[in-house]
């Protein structure tokens, strides 16, 4: 069964640094999404893509983040300088553009620790 | 989106049918609702979604009530594996790629 891969699964890094968490959606999908989810709360929304522009993002998604699709298979969350609240796991979903059931099909995550 | 109320937590003998209620008292028409799981920290996985009628997957079935003002999500037969944060949402079926909010959800412990 296809799924939603995630690299890498557990990044530790200095505050301050920048950070790339890759992601390849599943193949046919086109709407691809970024959630992150802080240890012990909520999954909460990031960004949303789709036709190599932002969809729609959240009051979190501020200047430090980016998303890039720089080919076409990979999925980018790209945080520019890191904070030690940045740290969370990170969740890359897709879906495909032909129907929209609500069904997100999420990866594993990565999770990010920022010291 | 209308909101969702869901309890905390909920305990299941394994073997035994889970039912998870729901509340969604000012949901509308054109509104969907869904269920999502998350087992222990990983993704978050898709179970069901229906508007009005009754719905059943592989996974689970999803009852809604005539005045789509709560629902049921019913695991028949609930093993060991479906201890997971369990997600009830609220969304409006859209062609964009428009989020899902998730809430805090209720924690399914299937008890052996």
């Known amino acids: 069964e296809p799924e939603v891969t995630q690299t890498p699964s557990h990044q530790v890094t200095q505050m301050g640094q920048e950070v790339i968490l890759r992601c390849v959606p599943i193949s046919n999908h086109l709407y691809f999404y970024w959630y992150r989810q802080i240890l012990g709360q909520k999954v909460e929304f990031l960004v949303s893509?789709?036709?190599?522009?932002?969809?729609?993002k959240s009051e979190i998604f501020d200047d430090q983040f980016s998303v890039e699709r720089p080919d076409g298979s990979n999925f980018t969350l790209k945080i520019r300088s890191t904070k030690l609240e940045d740290s969370a796991m990170y969740f890359c979903?897709?879906?495909?553009?032909?129907?929209?059931?609500?069904?997100?099909?999420f990866g594993e995550g990565s999770r990010l620790t920022v010291l | 989106d209308a909101k969702t109320t869901q309890p905390t937590s909920m305990d299941c003998a394994e073997g035994r049918a889970a039912n998870l209620p729901c509340n969604h008292s000012?949901?509308?028409?054109?509104?969907?609702v869904y269920w999502y799981r998350q087992i222990h920290s990983q993704g978050p996985q898709y179970i069901i979604h229906g508007l009005k009628n009754n719905e059943t997957n592989e996974m689970a079935s999803l009852i809604i009530t005539e005045d789509r003002k709560s629902s049921t999500l019913i695991l028949p037969h609930a093993t060991l594996r479906d201890t997971a944060v369990y997600y009830c949402?609220?969304?409006?079926?859209?062609?964009?790629?428009?989020?899902?909010?998730f809430g805090s959800g209720t924690q399914l412990t299937v008890l052996p």
């Open positions: 000012t949901i509308s028409g054109n509104e969907y």
């Open positions: 979903a897709s879906r495909p553009r032909d129907r929209d059931t609500g069904e997100l099909f």
């Open positions: 893509f789709y036709n190599n522009e932002i969809s729609e």
């Open positions: 949402i609220v969304r409006v079926f859209s062609g964009s790629a428009r989020q899902l909010t």
